[in-house]
C-alpha cells in the first residue's frame, strides 16, 4: 500500500527567533501548492507561535517537540496540551529517544503523553529506537516493539488516523551514520507487525511510519525506498532550507 510520504523537520533546541522565521518562510514559499505529500516542522516552544504565523495559509504544519502530561497547574516550566493547540500547533512528537534518553521520559510518561495530546486533538508522532548496544545484543526489535506498545496503551483504534510513528535508532541520531535501507526497512516491518497485532491489518497498512538519524539530500530516496519507510523525521538536516528541501522533494 502506498502511504503519502511525511517529512518533517525537529529543530530540536537550535536556531533563534529570526532564524526560525526566515526558515519558516523560506519554505513555505518553495512548498507552496505542495499537496503529494506531507510537510511538518517542529519548531522550539517559544517560537511556534510566530512559525504558525509565518506558515499561515501554507500546507506545512507546525508541531511542538514535546508537552506535558498534566493537564494545567503546579508544573513550573511545564507546557500543555491546550497551550499547543491555543497557539495553533497541530502535531507533537512524543519520545524523542532525547526526551527518553538524557531526561529519563519512560514508556509510561510517554504513553501518558499520547493521552493528553490526542484527548485535544493534536496528531502525535510516537518515537521509537534502539541504543548501540540493544542492538548490538540483538535487541532491537523487542525494544522498539515494547516502546510502541508501551507508547499506545489505551489508544483507542479510532485515535490511529493521528498517530505517526517515527523509528529512530538512537546510535543514528546526529552522528551521520544513518541505518541502511535494509535496518530500517526490516525494523519498520516489525512495528508495522505489532500495530497489526495491537489494531488489525487495515489501521496497521495505514499509519505511517518515518524513519530518522542522519537523513540528508543523498541518502532519503534510498532510505524511502525501503519496505514500510513512509517518510522521515530530521534534526541537521532541517535547519536550512535548501537541505531540507532536498529531502522534502526526493523523487
Ligand atoms: P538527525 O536527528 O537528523 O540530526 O540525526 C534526527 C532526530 O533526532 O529526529
Known amino acids: 500500500m502506498k502511504r503519502k510520504p511525511f ?4 529543530w530540536k533546541m537550535n536556531l533563534d527567533r529570526k532564524a526560525s522565521v526566515e526558515l519558516a518562510r523560506g519554505l513555505r514559499d518553495a512548498l507552496a501548492g505542495t499537496n503529494d505529500r506531507d510537510v511538518a ?10 512559525v504558525v504565523q509565518a506558515l499561515a495559509g501554507s500546507p506545512i504544519k507546525v508541531g511542538a517537540q514535546n508537552l506535558c502530561d498534566e493537564k494545567n497547574g503546579a508544573f513550573t516550566g511545564e507546557i500543555s496540551a491546550e497551550m499547543l493547540v491555543d497557539v ?5 512528537l512524543v519520545g524523542h529517544s532525547e526526551r527518553r534518553h538524557l531526561y529519563g521520559e519512560s514508556d509510561e510518561l510517554c504513553n501518558r503523553k499520547v493521552q493528553r495530546a490526542l484527548s485535544v486533538g493534536l496528531d502525535v508522532v510516537l518515537c521509537v529506537g534502539e541504543k548501540l548496544d540493544e542492538r548490538d545484543g540483538g535487541r532491537t526489535d523487542a525494544v522498539i516493539g515494547r516502546q510502541l506498545e508501551a507508547g499506545l496503551a489505551g489508544v483507542a483504534a479510532g485515535s490511529m488516523g493521528k498517530l505517526t510513528v517515527a523509528y529512530e535508532p538512537v546510535w543514528a541520531i546526529g552522528t551521520g551514520r544513518n541505518a541502511t535501507p535494509e535496518q530500517a526497512g526490516a525494523a519498520h ?3 508495522r507487525g505489532v500495530l497489526r497485532r495491537l489494531y ?5 497498512q495505514s499509519v505511517r511510519i518515518q524513519y530518522g ?3 540528508k539530500p543523498d541518502n532519503i530516496s534510498t532510505l524511502m525506498n525501503a519496505p514500510d519507510v513512509d517518510g522521515a523525521l530530521v534534526g541537521g538536516a532541517s535547519l536550512k532550507v535548501d537541505s531540507f528541501l532536498g529531502i522534502v522533494r526526493f523523487k
Open 88 to 92: 495553533g500547533a497541530k502535531l507533537v
Open 189 to 191: 516491518t516489525h512495528l
Open 200 to 204: 488489525g491489518d487495515a489501521i496497521a
Open 41 to 50: 516542522v517542529f519548531p522550539p516552544f517559544v517560537y511556534l507561535d510566530e
Open 213 to 215: 538519524g542522519s537523513v
Open 7 to 10: 517529512l518533517a523537520g525537529n
